[in-house]
């Protein structure tokens, strides 16, 4: 049996592992608590660890696991800057899921942006009280505007497809801009500038943090509705609530928060937030909040599960190669792997 301890463990997370991994040899030590420093330990006896996004391994967490023989990091998420790719390499393989249900994902930004737009949660609450009243319920057509969309990947194919479903006019921004499904590509400076509605779908690196900060906010439209359903980071939190308070920003949409690690998958309902600017920002009326919950479908968590088992089994049973591998051998994280046919290192 391949041993795996399974940090920050929800209810949704259990029967679709134990699915998948039951009958081929993955047994789990479910953890509700979150990999760090201090809980590092409790992977001992494991070959493996499986993380999520608010997991934070660190270098110094790396070498914990490493020292207790640990050889494998399965990141069941797509995404992976909460782990030190750099200092993994030569001790700990690192794999991930690239894509999982980018439907879900790109599905849940759009139904954040049309209940933000047509004002849908607030006509819930209100006619829960009986409150038929329409005053300050009037909406925009999402018909004719144009859609921001940075980062081209699966999700985000998927949201500019549903977004033209509804006649929406599309720009786009990548570092590497795809050859199909004839994309306007614009630079970002102009993608700010000529957008109604602003979508994130990229990666959280070095590069993009805080791409949406002061300045950039400076560059677009009055009224400008940002959604933000990839990584909070992206985002420099402050200065939307500036823009929001400034009337620039006419809403947010937002599954992520960049300080979100103590506060998101929790139920704090009978505690005071100690974030003031979260607070702040739940408080604005054009403003919704969800608690990283894009990725949360059956169809997803399934796929995360079986992706997942299939990564650890390909490390154990296959030579150690597996398509989902993170190498930094290169430098290119995700790409180098497809020039090779061997392990990382």
């Known amino acids: 049996m391949i041993k795996v301890a399974f940090y920050d463990t929800k209810p949704y997370d259990i029967p679709s592992f134990e699915k998948y991994g039951k009958m081929r040899g993955v047994a789990y030590k479910f953890l509700e608590t979150k990999l760090n420093e201090d809980t590092a330990e409790l992977a001992r006896g494991c070959e493996v660890v499986c993380v999520f996004v608010n997991d934070d391994v660190n270098k110094a967490v790396i070498e914990k696991l490493y020292g207790m023989g640990v050889k494998l990091i399965a990141l069941r998420s797509a995404g992976y800057n909460n782990v030190d790719v750099k200092a993994c390499f030569g001790k700990i393989h690192v794999v991930h899921v690239p894509a999982y249900s980018p439907y879900s994902v790109a599905e849940h930004a759009m139904a954040l942006l049309l209940t933000s737009v047509r004002r849908i949660h607030k006509a819930y609450n209100r006619t829960r009280e009986f409150n038929f ?20 990947g699966r999700i985000g194919k998927i949201f500019i497809d549903i977004c033209r479903g509804f006649g929406m006019n599309v720009l786009a921004y990548d570092r590497f801009p795809s050859a199909e499904g004839d994309i306007k590509y614009v630079p970002l400076d102009e993608l700010f500038s000529e957008s109604d509605v602003i979508s994130l779908h990229c990666p959280l690196t070095a590069e993009t943090k805080h791409m949406i900060n002061a300045e950039s906010i400076k560059k677009m439209k009055k009224g400008v509705v940002i959604v933000n359903t990839s990584r909070g980071g992206l985002v420099d939190a402050e200065a939307l609530l500036e823009g929001i308070k400034d009337r620039k920003i006419g809403a ?41 919950q894009a990725f949360l479908t059956d169809d997803a968590l399934n796929n995360i599960a079986d992706t997942t088992v299939n990564n650890i089994l390909s490390y154990f049973e296959k030579d150690g190669i597996c398509d989902n591998e993170l190498c930094y051998r290169c430098g290119n994280i ?3 792997k497809k020039e090779r046919n061997e392990r990382c290192f």
Not at 135 to 147: E, I, R, S, Y
């Open 252 to 292: 947010a949409c937002l599954d992520v928060y960049e300080e979100e690690a103590d506060i998101f998958f929790e139920d704090l309902s009978g505690h005071i937030l100690n974030d003031d600017l979260l607070s702040r920002l739940i408080s604005m009326p054009n403003v919704i909040v969800t608690s990283h």
């Open 133 to 152: 009243s329409l005053n300050g319920l009037t909406g925009f057509d999402l018909h004719g505007k144009t859609v921001g969309v940075v980062g081209t």
């Open 334 to 336: 995700e790409q180098c």
